[in-house]
């Protein structure tokens, strides 16, 4: 098994920043990638991008693309989600999930941490 927790969120002014980070603890000697997801109020949970594993090569919706960076630190088995330039639409409940191989889905997710972005 693997345990995922997000932390990091908050309220920030629109064009603030705020950093994400997801601590991954238990078996995660497999991981193919480890992505970012977001849910907003009364909307489906969307893609906000994703690290992979191998050779640390990274990949953004365009909707926080040049504004959202993620980076990982392979020795604490963390990812972190750094958030600039942050537009009311970015309000979210962010989460952090892991995937094990390139044919599986995102097998574990956090619990998530809201961002609240006031314009």
């Known amino acids: 098994q693997v345990q995922l927790v997000e932390s990091g969120g908050g309220l920030v002014q629109a064009g603030g920043s705020l950093r994400l980070s997801c601590a991954a603890s238990?078996?995660?000697?497999?991981?193919?990638?480890m992505g970012w997801f977001r849910q907003a109020p009364g909307k489906e949970r969307e893609f906000v991008g994703v690290?992979?594993?191998?050779?640390?090569?990274?990949a953004y919706a365009e909707s926080v693309k040049g504004r959202f960076t993620i980076s990982r630190d392979n020795a604490k088995n963390t990812v972190y989600l750094q958030m600039n330039s942050l537009k009311p639409e970015d309000t979210a409940v962010y989460y952090c999930?892991?995937?094990?191989?390139?044919?599986?889905?995102?097998?574990?997710w956090g619990q998530g941490t809201q961002v609240t972005v006031s314009s």
């Open positions: 999930a892991l995937r094990r191989y390139a044919h599986s889905d995102y097998n574990y």
């Open positions: 690290v992979y594993w191998s050779d640390g090569s990274t």
């Open positions: 238990g078996r995660t000697f497999s991981t193919y990638a």
